[in-house]
């Protein structure tokens, strides 16, 4: 990946990720220990179970395909379509109630060109749960790879780190799985 003036900055304590022909740049102290597609933040651990854990950054091959998103990607302009898979509002014992979402919004919402020149859709949701309790979530999509970024639950001192890392991503090597 070029890093110049006027492209993309890598720092030198960012470090080159590849999955399945996708480069992506982590910021320092992100890591991938549980699998390629996971990327997670230096504070974050796995899941139980040894799963991604909802503050993860994941990528998804073939998202239309598999019933994620629609193909064109109108679905990041819709208010409920936050609901995507493992994102949820957090369980908290001392509500006796159910938690569930109460409210949601957009409150970011755009489009830009990835690395490799691929066009890039994207969407960011803030959820207000029972009990008053809030969380972002976001997703990114590229409609000409049929590929799709997310992150659950997102790490608030990490929000500007999500972004960057999906803008860092070269395609120019990736072929999707059929």
């Not at 003036?5 to 720092?11: K, L, P, T």
């Not at 379509?81 to 509002?89: D, I, L, M």
């Not at 997102?154 to 059929?178: C, H, N, P, Q, T």
Request: glycine letters at 8%; charged letters at 25%.
């Amino acid at each position: 990946m070029a890093s110049s003036e006027s492209g993309f900055q890598v720092s030198d304590e960012a470090t080159l990720h590849n999955y399945t022909g996708i480069n992506v740049v982590l910021p320092d102290g992100w890591h991938t220990d549980i699998a390629d597609n996971c990327l997670s933040p230096p504070e974050v651990g796995p899941a139980p179970g040894g799963n991604c854990p909802s503050e993860a950054l994941r990528i998804r091959i073939n998202a239309s395909e598999e019933g994620l998103i629609d193909p064109e990607g109108a679905e990041l302009t819709d208010p409920d379509s936050w609901r995507r898979p493992w994102a949820s509002c957090p369980k908290r014992p001392e509500l006796n109630a159910r938690i569930r979402a109460e409210h949601s919004e957009i409150v970011e919402h755009g489009d830009f060109l990835l690395v490799s020149g691929e066009e890039t859709k994207y969407s960011e949701w803030l959820i207000t749960c029972t009990g008053g309790g809030t969380f972002r979530t976001r997703a990114w999509y590229v409609p000409e790879a049929d590929l799709e970024f997310d992150v659950p639950v997102m790490v608030e001192e990490r929000a500007e780190e999500y972004d960057l890392i999906v803008r860092s991503a070269d395609l120019s090597r990736f072929k999707a799985i059929s």
